[in-house]
């Protein structure tokens, strides 16, 4: 079958490419690993991660994607290039379409440089499609009624909360807030409370086995390895989730607080329908336990974890992409 069609969530911490008629074929962390004497991509995606915290002073192990945006411009064509590759097999005749998710609030800059990465990537027409609308398709949300539907994407870099109407978006905002930051803050609070240092893998795993939103009533617990910041050593220590609340109560308030803005803009007949349907929550950092449980009593309404939450967005581009004229005013396209 030869594809012709890929829809791709560069996500900051995963990218997922979705292939019309196959489903997600690729779901790998955006990581890229390369040689500093040759400039040399080594490995991309899992293998890449492995290296993670690991690699010679040779080899440099990075996410060339910061807050759903390009950082790094090469690598991120490189990664590009890989995974279109990987979804299209070893031969192919033909340039296929893609479709990119970015974050609502990227620039012009920003979107045109998602845009020359995709076409040197290989693609023969790059189309981008805003990662909320992308979601709210992903979800089964019926974006083309004159109704209001509100989606808060939860990603790797972003938060995208979203309210949207006869296909396109009425109000959004992007909250520099997610899984990375977490993780982040739970690194800073072991070492603060602990006296212990944990790499970003470590802090990622913490987070997914015993964190929470909100304050559990018998708390979960881990045992952690890291190195002692006084004497150098390895040491053991267990964590709890209430650790990883307290560690991450900041940056959900600063989420609460965009999704409150954006139900503030909200025109007063969407807010109607927002309360009534309730708000739907999809992407990674959605999973974080209790985290729908968190902003419906933060906001008053409703909260509903998606299915297939981590997939939304990768699935919706998948949507789009086939139906081009049906979405064509949710797409932003250049040839």
Known sequence: MLVKKIGIDLGTTNTLVHVPGRGIVINEPSVVAYSTTDKKVLAVGDVAKEMLGRTPDTIVALRPLKDGVIADYKTTEAMLRYFINKAIGGWRFTRPEVMIAVPGGITS???????????????????????????????NIPIGSASGHMIVEMGGGTSEIAVISLGGI???????????????AITDYIRRKYNMAVGERTAEDIKINVGSAIYMKNPMQMEVRGRDMVTGLPRTITVTSDDVTEAIQSDLELLINSVKGVLFNTPPELSADVIEKGMILSGGTSNLRH?????????????????????????????????????????????
């Open 170 to 184: 009425v109000y959004n905002t992007s909250a520099r807030i997610g899984g990375t930051r977490l993780d982040v």
């Open 291 to 335: 985290m729908d449980t968190l902003l419906t009593q933060a906001t008053g309404v409703p909260s509903y974890r998606a299915e297939d939450s981590m997939l939304c967005v990768a699935l919706g581009t998948g949507v789009a992409l086939d139906n081009l004229g049906s979405y064509k005013r949710s797409i932003l396209s250049a040839k």
């Open 109 to 139: 800059t920003e979107r045109r440089a998602v845009i020359d990465a995709t076409m040197s990537a290989g693609a023969k027409a790059a189309y981008i499609i805003k990662q909320p609308v992308a979601a709210a398709i992903g979800a």
